[in-house]
């Protein structure tokens, strides 16, 4: 009973301020209470983000991941990935190494797909103690460090504050492309103008959409014909990277039209 009224005054605040959804954002330790519950929790707000076309998310990271199974995750439209403060390296608490293991911890061991997985870059930077471990009362947005010596643009360490800089930032992009995109914390602390850190992720993830490219690889071919068979056939493996592209009938959904098109566009070229 608590849990419902909780849940309707969610639902409340999400059609007073006409927000699109809800992000569960629970970082209490693998003992707290809460997790007995959790799962009954996000199915309940499932049923009701459903009912009025809400999206429904969570950022997470392994530590708070552990105790929830692959089928409540299952539940959420994306996940944003937390890779930043690992306490577990002694010089960055968000290099690429944590990056690709963050992910593929929740891609392999919570099985949830690429394309909803978003991965969680940090827009500051944290220092160390003496023994090497993370100093979790230090905490220099990005924004400083560029006003302490704008060639820290490039850099992923100053004056002990480990970070990520452009450098590091592009190569993330590069592998968020392979997943669901980029989620940062937080752009407050981004630096202005030339030094700006989502600029270069907006530089590096923005595509312009090709007519009929569905696999997002920049070019239309038959291959994109075959992504579409096998998604209109409800094949196991089937992924449509950018389903827009393939609504070459343009009513706003994708069927055998489409592929029908598609097709004849191929023949003519």
């Not at 009224?5 to 629970?26: P, S, V």
């Not at 997985?117 to 460090?145: C, I, K, Q």
């Not at 094949?235 to 055998?256: F, K, R």
Request: one cysteine or more; a negative charge.
């Amino acid at each position: 009973e608590e849990m419902a009224d909780f849940n309707e005054k969610i639902m409340i605040y999400c059609e007073t301020y006409q927000l699109d959804g809800i992000d569960l954002d629970i970082e209490l330790g693998s003992g707290h209470e809460i997790w007995k519950y959790y799962a009954d929790w996000v199915s309940s707000l499932r049923v009701l983000c459903d009912e009025r076309g809400y999206e429904l998310s969570t950022a997470s990271a392994q530590w708070v991941a552990v105790k929830v199974a692959p089928e409540t995750f299952e539940l959420f439209d994306f996940v944003n990935v937390m890779a930043y403060d690992n306490d577990a390296d002694e010089s960055s608490h968000a290099d690429m190494e944590f990056a690709q293991t963050s992910l593929q911890y929740f891609h392999v061991q919570k099985k949830l797909p690429k394309e909803r997985l978003v991965l969680g870059v940090p827009f500051y930077g944290r220092g160390y103690t003496a023994d090497g471990a993370l100093d979790w009362n230090s905490y220099v947005p990005f924004s400083e460090l560029i006003a302490s010596d704008a060639a820290n643009y490039d850099k992923d360490l100053y004056s002990g504050i480990a970070y990520n800089g452009a450098a590091t930032m592009r190569e993330k992009c590069t592998l968020a492309r392979d997943f669901g995109g980029i989620m940062i914390w937080e752009v407050s602390q981004d630096a202005a103008g030339e030094y700006s850190l989502l600029s270069v992720i907006k530089e590096e993830l923005t595509v312009s959409a090709v007519r009929g490219d569905v696999n997002a690889d920049g070019v239309f071919s038959v291959l994109d014909a075959v992504s579409l068979q096998k998604w209109l056939l409800c094949a196991p493996d089937a992924v449509l990277a950018d389903w827009q592209a393939g609504d070459l009938s343009e009513d706003g959904t994708l069927d055998a039209f489409d592929l029908a098109v598609m097709k004849r566009e191929l023949l003519a070229s």
